[in-house]
């Protein structure tokens, strides 16, 4: 039997397939490149590493850049290749209870537009808030000068566990608002191949990517708003349970001083009103004109109330850091969402009470990506399956 021919051995087409994402995987990665640099990255033969690039550039991956011209030069010019980051495009959606936010990035994962839109209540919620989603989405690629026919993949984040098969997990009214259909919805009126996941994981990819975890492998972003929520990153790879739910935070409900999930939103918000009520009062608010925003405000302005607030978020924190800490030995935890810019003025209280409540406690640090890190993260993880599927697609225009 001829080599290639074995069944149990690996066939010719295995071999060109594999060959070809190495080069596509080194041009993505830098580039221009040379042929000869891509021998020495990839191993392959010269002639392999020619007739891999003519492929790709004819499926529209990657493009031959005319070679530069510095003096006289002997011989034939080196041929350079480089990838097309303009051949398509990927979306981010961040959908959470209220608003519907979308990203639109490059094949590099370069922004180019943006949109955000509300998401309506009503009596029949799913198809509102489906249409929504899908009019944020086109309002994002509009804005990026790209079209419908260009998405390669869209990421989309929702506030709910989803099982490793794109399933929001089942056992909460909160959860099945999330439960609409999006990825079907999506790919029926527009053909896009869409992948579902819990927004803190999303989260936890952004920051390991382009925010305060990158290079770390070790990691828990803790979106820490109106409830708190866990994307976990153990040894680089998302934990997420048998049914998705291993971010998910209720079991504080059951650790003294932690008393449930809650998130520095919604607590700074009750506290405060709590304080405003007391005769001393907070910043002379009335207690139900008393925001997040305002209580953090007031202790910056020296408050005496409104920084014991703050303190009460402190100690509050810290048990939930010192939580993660104990259970998964992060080297880090993120605190992360639209309140991340607030937080940080809890950072100096979290980090002197964490050494007194666990033995292993994590470096605490507060996202630079702010109310885009659900988005970034779901560009990411839209980008990391366009190149697990990147030859399985047929680009607009190919070969033309």
Do not use: Y
């Not at 690629?141 to 997990?169: I, Q, Y």
């Amino acid at each position: 039997m001829r080599q290639g021919t074995d069944p149990g051995g690996v066939g010719p087409h295995v071999v060109r397939f594999v060959t070809a994402r190495s080069v596509l995987a080194e041009l993505r990665r830098g580039g221009p490149l040379t042929a000869t640099e891509l021998v020495g990255l990839t191993g392959l033969t010269r002639a392999t590493v020619i007739a891999v690039c003519e492929d790709l550039v004819r499926r529209g991956w990657a493009e031959e850049h005319e070679p530069e011209r510095t003096g006289p030069q002997r011989g034939r010019p080196p041929r350079t290749f480089g990838f097309r980051a303009d051949a398509g495009v990927v979306v981010g959606l961040d959908i959470g209870a209220h608003k519907a936010t979308a990203l639109v990035a490059d094949l590099r994962g370069e922004p180019l537009g943006s949109a955000a839109g509300a998401l309506p209540e009503g009596p029949r919620p799913a198809e509102a808030r489906l249409e929504a989603v899908s009019s944020t989405a086109l309002a994002a690629l509009r804005a990026a000068g790209s079209s419908p026919e260009s998405v390669l993949a869209v990421g989309a984040g929702v506030a709910a566990p989803v099982d490793r098969d794109g399933r929001v997990a089942e056992g909460s009214q909160f959860w099945e608002m999330f439960d609409v259909g999006v990825s079907d919805a999506l790919f029926a009126r527009h053909g896009w191949h869409v992948l579902l996941e819990n927004d803190a994981n999303l989260a936890a990819l952004a920051e390991q990517w382009r925010g305060a975890a990158q290079g770390l492998d070790d990691v828990a972003v803790l979106l820490a708003g109106e409830r708190l929520g866990a994307g976990l990153i153990e040894s680089g790879r998302l934990l997420r349970g048998r049914n998705g739910a291993a971010g998910e935070l209720a079991f504080l409900r059951l650790v003294d001083g932690a008393e449930g999930p809650h998130g520095i939103a919604q607590l700074a918000r009750e506290w405060g009103a709590e304080a405003a009520r007391s005769p001393a009062g907070l910043a002379g608010l009335a207690p139900r004109d008393v925001t997040a925003e305002s209580v953090f405000e007031a202790a910056d302005h020296g408050d005496a109330a409104a920084a014991g607030v703050l303190r009460r978020l402190e100690e509050r924190m810290a048990r939930v850091v010192a939580v993660l800490s104990t259970l998964l030995n992060p080297e880090l935890v993120v605190l992360g969402g639209a309140v991340a810019p607030s937080a940080a003025q809890l950072l100096p209280g979290i980090r002197a009470a964490l050494p007194e409540l666990t033995d292993t406690p994590a470096r605490v640090e507060v996202s630079a990506l702010g109310g885009d890190a659900v988005a970034l993260g779901a560009v990411r993880r839209a980008l990391d399956d366009v190149a697990e599927r990147a030859l399985e697609i047929e680009l607009p225009g190919a070969g033309r």
